[in-house]
């Protein structure tokens, strides 16, 4: 943390506050060891060195360039350890624009040889409220399924409907005819409930997302509980399986039940974000951000793919974009609300 790097700083460079990164290279055995330098215990003989990164300021630095704290972390973590191969920017600008070019050649490197998802996640655009906007009448208008094609045509890739049992906004002809008429992908948000998963095998989704579902919530209040629901998420996952339809599984942010979706069989995850949007001040949006930050990269590690939404906005959806586990932003109210007002494409 800033407290114990400013320590090591002003111990060792004799520079107050603290820094990002600092490196202590190795002596060939512990005889030889600087004695004004650091030991760290259980370090392996021929080691390079030690390398010490502030994490708080890492965080910092990786939201002040739009990037994710893991991102930010390789970046150090090359730079300290380049220092410990010899390459030293403060000698001369020459030498800073060497290092400079190897950091980035290393970075590149493990780019390609551990592959991310793209920079930017695509987007896929819920059209569930232009449906309530019609139910509010009870009449024909807004089509949702008119809204989903201008929605594609201005560049969505990805159009999302939720199925709910209390049919409040998206109805049943909706869904048929968006089948029909979504030239990218349609994504069915449904309830593990019997008479939604046969309505979702009978019109064959490109994917189907099963989120939890309460009679009386406005909207969906929090991820579905897939380690206390095991048994009934792995029938339904085999059905749809069998049907060549791939299963998301909206979810908290949580390690345990990142590893139950893997365990009863999900494709995919959908990442909940709304405590990151709706969190009251700063510190608590960064608390947030950080446990889908760790749980999209923990997802991808396992070999799920990955997506997110619930709640972003204009203002909240810049950070989760920047991380790079990330597929696929679901977003509707926000881009339906502003539509309002400036037009849906």
Do not use: W
Not at 11 to 29: C, D, E, I, M, W
Not at 267 to 291: I, M, P, S, W
Not at 311 to 323: P, S
């Amino acid at each position: 943390d800033d407290p114990a790097m400013t320590a090591y700083n002003q111990q060792y460079r004799f520079k107050p506050g603290p820094t990002n990164v600092l490196s202590f290279p190795a002596a060939h055995n512990q005889d030889e060891r600087d004695e004004t330098q650091p030991f760290i215990p259980g370090g392996l003989a021929g080691e390079l060195g030690d390398i010490l990164i502030s994490v708080e300021t890492a965080g910092r630095e990786a939201r002040e360039k739009g990037i994710s704290l893991h991102q930010r972390l390789t970046e150090l973590l090359i730079h300290g350890l380049l220092h410990l191969i010899g390459y030293d920017h403060e000698i001369s600008d020459e030498q800073a624009e060497i290092m400079f070019s190897r950091e980035k050649e290393l970075y590149c490197s493990i780019q390609h040889h551990h592959p991310r998802r793209k920079k930017m996640p695509q987007l896929a655009i819920n059209v569930d409220h232009i449906a309530t906007i019609r139910q509010a009448r009870g009449g024909a208008e807004p089509d949702p399924v008119h809204a989903a094609s201008i929605c594609e045509l201005a560049g969505a890739k990805g159009i999302v409907v939720h199925l709910r049992e209390d049919r409040r906004h998206i109805q049943d002809r909706d869904v048929r005819l968006l089948r029909q008429t979504v030239k990218t992908r349609l994504n069915l948000e449904m309830a593990n409930v019997k008479e939604i998963v046969e309505i979702a095998l009978d019109i064959n989704p490109d994917m189907i997302t099963l989120v939890p579902e309460k009679r009386k919530e406005l909207t969906t209040e929090g991820g579905l509980d897939v380690i206390n629901n095991e048994k009934k998420l792995r029938k339904t996952i085999s059905k749809m399986s069998n049907a060549g339809i791939p299963v998301s599984i909206f979810i908290d942010p949580d390690a345990e039940q990142i590893e139950a979706s893997l365990e009863v069989g999900a494709t995919y995850v959908e990442l909940h974000t709304g405590r990151y949007c709706d969190a009251e001040n700063e510190k608590e949006r960064d608390q947030e951000f950080l446990l889908i930050e760790q749980a999209a990269e923990l997802a991808f590690e396992r070999g799920l793919r990955v997506n997110a939404g619930h709640g972003l906005d204009y203002r909240t959806t810049t950070r989760i974009a920047a991380i790079p586990f990330i597929e696929e932003l679901s977003i509707g109210h926000a881009v339906i609300a502003r539509s309002a007002f400036v037009g849906l494409d």
